[in-house]
T-cell receptor, first 114, second 115 residues
């Protein structure tokens, strides 16, 4: 069972379109991160959200953390081919041993066609 | 500054062979993480170290997997014996602070194929 469910799994759109991808869980997270991963590379952090209801903007990307800190969304305005990649959300959980651990969703694979 | 360095980038081996993956974290970072990524299971944390000490190895699949961090600038992930189901991309990541809530910097990964 995946702790973080991301949807859609795949998304193919044309340049200039808007899109939203989702990251949902039944668990509460102290913080949530979004990463982008390009083929043949490791994930790169885009943003960290900490407060319920928080909205952060990074150029054409808007990230929102749900009020209950269980879910998050990423909205891209006027998508460009350079936005193509795998978008991963990751939440911090506390293990039974008391340590912190970052748990990742499976990601949304976005393709923006010119 | 150089990012996280992993070697080899690609490894093809036969079932039963020993495989050693290597990682050099970013200088000055105190935490190091090993992940495995597959299509079926996504990105999974295998083990992480703080100040060279293993903190959580609950993600290590079984006894065939072992990880060491003999000093602050080097870590290895060893699989012995390897099996076809171990085929995946293995990532090493490092972070500055003693918590996984901080930004993790990922290496380019090692693509392992076990035939």
């Amino acid at each position: 069972t995946q702790l973080l469910e991301q949807s859609p799994q795949f998304l193919s759109i044309q340049e200039g379109e808007n899109l939203t991808v989702y990251c949902n869980s039944s668990s509460v997270f102290s913080s949530l991160q979004w990463y982008r991963q390009e083929p043949g590379e490791g994930p790169v952090l885009l943003v960290t959200v900490v407060t319920g209801g928080e909205v952060k903007k990074l150029k054409r990307l808007t990230f929102q953390f749900g009020d209950a800190r269980k879910d998050s969304s990423l909205h891209i305005t006027a998508a460009q081919p350079g936005d193509t990649g795998l978008y991963l959300c990751a939440g911090v959980v506390i293990t039974q041993g008391g340590s912190e651990k970052l748990v990742f969703g499976k990601g949304t694979k976005l393709t923006v066609n010119p | 500054d150089a990012g996280v360095i992993q070697s080899p980038r690609h490894e093809v081996t036969e079932m039963g062979q020993e495989v050693t993956l290597r990682c050099k974290p970013i200088s000055g970072h105190n935490s190091l993480f090993w992940y495995r990524q597959t299509m079926m299971r996504g990105l999974e944390l295998l083990i992480y170290f703080n100040n060279n000490v293993p903190i959580d190895d609950s993600g290590m699949p079984e006894d065939r997997f072992s990880a060491k961090m003999p000093n602050a600038s080097f870590s290895t992930l060893k699989i012995q014996p390897s099996e076809p189901r171990d085929s995946a991309v293995y990532f090493c990541a490092s972070s500055f602070l003693y918590t996984s809530a901080e930004e993790q910097y990922f290496g380019p990964g090692t693509r392992l194929t076990v035939t």
